[in-house]
């Protein structure tokens, strides 16, 4: 059978859609799982976090972090699927970007100016280049492997916004450690790591989703 027969099957196929979605989200409860598991065996919450949660910025970052997982995983299950529309959901990944936009703005208005450069740089930039990427391991991969249950017909872009997802459940993790809460910090360091689990995501997608 050629590629866009199987395709075709596919898409006719009203029962391979609700075991594809099964599959996707029990990918992204294992991928979950395990970055959790690796977070709490050998990261951990930051020590003020009692304090931090009284705070605006702190929970701001969870805002970010959350919508970028939830709409790139909602653009995820689409794609897996060929003739299934992702525009919608697409619209959804500008989310963290605004949200990003308007924490920065509220920080620059509100901070002097002579202190951005320290906000921006914070003391964690290290760890969070490092351990966003570390935690993004077993998202990806299980969302990798449930991608080839389906029948992607863009897989590097399958792959990259599978990284998406697995950056921001990974990143939801990395923020209550990270004590850097300023959104400067975050518009900067945060999408640095995102991006490089996008581009291994997208690097292995169109390898290894390729039919």
């Known amino acids: 059978m050629r590629t866009s027969e199987l ?8 029962t391979a859609a609700p075991r594809l979605d099964v599959r996707l989200g029990a990918a992204v409860l294992a991928g979950t799982a395990l970055a959790g598991a690796l977070f709490f065996l050998l990261i951990g919450f930051r020590p003020d976090i009692a304090h931090a949660l009284e705070t605006v910025r702190f929970p701001y970052k969870f805002l970010i972090t959350l919508s970028l997982a939830v709409a790139a995983t909602g653009v995820v299950l689409r794609l ?3 003739g299934v529309p992702a525009a919608r959901w697409g619209f959804a990944l ?3 970007l605004v949200l990003l936009a308007l924490g ?3 920080e620059l208005l ?3 100016a002579s202190t951005w450069g320290a906000r921006l740089v914070g003391s964690n930039s290290m760890n969070c280049v490092t351990v966003i990427p570390f935690l993004s391991i077993g998202p990806l991969a299980c969302l990798l492997l449930a991608l080839r249950q389906g029948a992607p017909t863009r897989p590097g872009l399958a792959g990259a916004v599978a990284g998406l997802a697995a950056s921001g459940i990974a990143a939801t993790f990395y923020a209550s450690n990270c004590t850097d809460d300023s959104p400067l910090f975050v518009a900067t360091w945060y999408p640095i790591a995102t991006a490089m689990v996008v581009v291994v995501g997208y690097l292995i997608g169109t390898r290894a989703l390729r039919w």
């Open 7 to 14: 395709i075709n099957a596919l898409v006719e196929d009203d």
């Open 80 to 82: 897996a699927r060929p």
């Open 94 to 96: 500008f989310l963290p």
């Open 104 to 106: 920065v703005a509220a």
């Open 110 to 112: 509100a901070t002097s």
